[in-house]
């Protein structure tokens, strides 16, 4: 049974919303505002021209624009959806059209370096709140989002210290009207749980993948020609996106670097596992980390079908 977004609200949460980046993520957020009716009017600004081609195509907007400046003007909430390294530029950039009492977010798993990059260039009057909704596939572009993207996953909103209770209350109302769980963290604290949950994990899949692809050719062939569900599940982590994942382990490096530093010393743990034939210890890390999966599927962030809950039946169309 696929699950659906909550009935549309009798009134918008923000009147008029920008949408600076239609990827994934931002088409996704536009076609979500959309269904619940959390905003009433939605700018689209994207630099790529076949981005905005196909946000106007799929009418994701009210408007769409090639300026951020230009979507911004006026608008209650702005959320800048691009890479992060992108986000200091972006904030110059529509900082003369904002509003006073406008909320000015983002969607990046970063959240340290975002506010060092948006704060300083931000007027008087205007709230930054930024904002790390917990869901993505590994496809990209605006034919990628859907509406219910960010059901039942998690929003975390990492405000600054002196951020404005209603600005963080009205943002809070926007993600949970979207589908979200919504947590409130330091930007700090946020950094370090992704890195473990989220950056480190690519990383990995990364370097697996690189591996394979540096093997001999004959081997490689092989390699993707009896690619078993491990192999196959680190190659989706490393199809994502590569300019939003070298701008995240670029602004995020120091918890990345700690996390790594941790999945170092174990990895030498269980080498040395392997390598004394130490099967008790083999089968009791295992189990721990069995237990690991267990506790997501029951937190409701992953499915306990076979197969990660991939569909198998006749009328599979695919799909992320």
Known sequence: MTEKLGA?????????????????????????????????????????????????????????SASPREAAAGADLVVLCAPVGANAELAKAIAPALKKGAVVSDVGSVKGAVIEAIAPHLPAGVHLVPAHPVAGTEQSGPDAGFATLFLNRWCILTPPENADAGAVARLRAFWEALGCNVEVMSASHHDLVLAITSHVPHLIAYNIVGTAYDLEEALRSEVIKFSAGGFRDSTRLAASDPTMWRDVFLNNKDAVLEALGRFSEDLTALQRMIRRGDGEGLFNLFSRTRAIRRGIVEAGQETAAPDFGRPHGEDDKGGA
Do not use: M, W, Y
Not at 24 to 46: E, M, P, Y
């Open 8 to 64: 549309p609200l009798a009134q918008p949460i923000f009147e008029r919303i920008a949408i600076i980046g239609v990827g994934l993520i931002g088409s996704s957020i536009a076609r979500a505002a959309r269904r619940v009716n959390a905003a009433h009017i939605i700018a689209i600004a994207d630099t790529s021209p076949e981005a905005r081609e196909h946000a106007t195509a799929l009418k994701l907007g009210d408007s769409v």
